[in-house]
């Protein structure tokens, strides 16, 4: 019984797939080394979660008033995308916040990984607690796409329902990120960036009671004679357009400026990330097709690790080749494992243009 002699094709694929993997294992946390693939400036990707939730905020509001669809002072930030054309702007740009958003709070969780398991070895439930804190990320990346897709026009219910996990999971995580940065060490952030963060949490807390006491108990608006609340203004195309002179503008304009506050305050936390991943980089995803597709010999079970296959004449002097730890050998036809058999070990395929 003898193995599968391999065309020109398959030896290519089989050299590029072992020498990707040797710089990968080698080099995958030296700098200094330029790899294939690696993504360098990572810190990219919380300024642009921050640049497109900015971009919606503002654009959105201005192409409102520019159509007389909101008032210049003051309106909530959904308002900006409740009506077209400012809802097709501020939806696009909301949806790639989101998405940003997502892919933030999952590097800042390998960020963790990498700091605390890779590089320092630490034990305890630090795993679990930052995998927990990326799920809230994630309630956030879903609450703020709700508010990007359902308009407060459409369907409110729905709407609100996005704006409350967004806002609420937000300063959840603000804080949740901060007190794991004070009760684990040795730490990974900054003390300058930590006391930044402080006092944004500080100011995304204040915001959020503040608009929940405005927006829901009107407690700045002046009662009348008999103690009862004034009859509020009807909105117009679905949207509360207060007035100067009505008795709910100080309570409206309270609601919106801290909602605004609020919601710029969440995005400037989550661009304070940006400082920390200036000093990481990552690799981009490695992808290997299954030995079943149509146009892929089937050479080996294994496709995502570093094989090598050697023929029968090949195999008797595989004293002249040294394998990686961690590859796997095929000869006639059978799969060794080098961490399983000790000969193996001395085995390393240096390169492929031996093997026939």
């Known amino acids: 019984m003898t193995a599968k002699k391999l065309d020109a094709d398959e030896r290519r694929y089989m050299r590029g797939n072992l020498r990707h993997q040797e710089d990968i294992n080698e080099?995958?946390?030296?700098?200094?080394?330029?790899?294939?693939?690696?993504?360098?400036?990572?810190?990219?990707?919380?300024?642009?979660?921050?640049?497109?939730?900015?971009?919606?905020?503002?654009?959105?509001?201005?192409?409102g008033i520019a159509a007389d669809h909101l008032e210049a002072w003051f309106s909530f930030i959904s308002d900006g995308g409740a009506?077209?054309?400012?809802?097709?702007?501020?939806?696009?740009?909301?949806?790639?916040?989101?998405?940003?958003?997502?892919i933030t709070v999952y590097v800042r969780h390998l960020q963790i990984v990498v700091f605390y398991d890779k590089i320092h070895h630490v034990a305890g439930r630090w795993r679990l607690y930052s995998t927990l804190m990326m799920c809230l990320g994630y309630v956030i990346a879903f609450g703020t796409s709700l508010v990007a897709n359902v308009q407060e026009t459409s369907i409110p219910v729905l709407h609100a329902i996005g704006a409350m996990l967004a806002f609420?999971?937000?300063?959840?995580?603000?804080?949740?990120?901060?007190?794991?940065?004070?009760?684990?060490?040795?730490?990974?952030?900054h003390n300058r960036i930590t006391c930044v963060r402080v006092l944004l949490a500080l100011i995304a807390t204040v915001g959020l009671i503040l608009y929940m006491v405005a927006q829901f108990g009107s407690p700045f608006v002046p009662r009348e004679e008999n103690g009862q609340l004034p009859t509020k203004p009807p909105k117009i195309d679905g949207i509360m357009r207060i007035p100067s002179d009505s008795p709910y503008f100080k309570n409206h304009l309270i609601a919106t400026l801290a909602e605004w506050i609020l919601g710029v305050t969440l995005y400037l936390f989550v661009l304070s990330f940006a400082l920390e991943l200036r000093f990481t980089f990552a690799h981009a995803p490695k992808i290997a097709l299954k030995p079943?597709?149509?146009?892929?010999?089937?050479?080996?079970?294994?496709?995502?690790?570093?094989?090598?296959?050697?023929?029968?004449?090949?195999?008797?002097?595989t004293d002249n080749y040294r394998l990686n730890q961690g590859t796997f050998l095929l000869v006639f036809n059978e799969v060794f494992n080098v961490?399983?058999?000790?000969?193996?070990?001395?085995?390393?395929?240096?390169?492929?243009?031996?093997?026939?």
Not at 38 to 63: M, N, R, S
Not at 292 to 311: D, L, R, Y
Not at 339 to 356: C, G, Q
């Open 27 to 63: 080099n995958a946390y030296d700098p200094r080394i330029r790899l294939t693939m690696v993504f360098k400036h990572v810190w990219i990707i919380p300024t642009l979660a921050t640049l497109f939730a900015f971009l919606a905020f503002f654009i959105g509001y201005g192409v």
């Open 83 to 102: 009506l077209p054309p400012e809802s097709c702007i501020f939806g696009e740009f909301l949806n790639l916040s989101a998405m940003f958003v997502a």
């Open 168 to 189: 609420f999971c937000g300063v959840l995580y603000i804080w949740a990120q901060l007190i794991f940065t004070f009760t684990t060490r040795p730490t990974l952030t």
């Open 292 to 317: 079943a597709h149509k146009n892929m010999s089937k050479v080996c079970p294994i496709m995502n690790i570093p094989t090598v296959v050697v023929t029968s004449s090949d195999s008797s002097s």
């Open 339 to 356: 961490h399983s058999d000790p000969h193996i070990l001395r085995v390393k395929i240096a390169n492929l243009e031996s093997v026939h």
